[in-house]
C-alpha cells in the first residue's frame, strides 16, 4: 500500500507539470473566481454546483457574478480549462477538490455546515 508521502509527492509533480485536475464544489462568488484563477494559472477545472441555471452559464461561458467578467470566462471555457456539471460524475478522477459552499450563520450565530457535510458526503463514494 503507497504511503501518504508518495501521494502527497505524486500531487506535488501533478501541481508543478500542471497536470493536476481541480474540482471546486460550488460556482458562486467564492468558487467561480477561485475557478478562474486555476484555469489561468493552467489547470484543468471541474465546477459542481446543484443549480443548473450555474452549470449552464458556465458551461456557456457567461459569467453569472459580478467579479468574474464573461469575457475573462468565456476563453477559458472555450479551451477546456473550465467545465461545470451539476453532479459529482467523475470525483474520484480529480487530484484536488475544494469546497466552497455557502456557510450562513444560524441565530445562535454558529455556521450551518450542512452544505459542506453534504457535499462531503456526495463526494465519498
Partial sequence: MPSNNNHAAALQRKIENKSARIGIVGLGYVGL???????????????????????????AGTSHIED????????????GLIR???????????????IAVPTPLRKTKDPDISYIVSSLE???P
Avoid: M
Fill in 33 to 59: 473566481p477561485l475557478a478562474v484563477e486555476f484555469a489561468h494559472a493552467g489547470f484543468k477545472v471541474v465546477g459542481i454546483d446543484v443549480d443548473q441555471r450555474k452549470v449552464r452559464s458556465v458551461n
Fill in 84 to 98: 461545470a456539471q451539476a453532479d459529482y460524475r467523475g470525483a474520484g478522477g480529480l487530484d484536488a477538490i475544494l
Fill in 68 to 79: 468574474v467578467a464573461t469575457e475573462t470566462l468565456a476563453p477559458l471555457v472555450k479551451r
Fill in 122 to 124: 456526495a463526494i465519498a
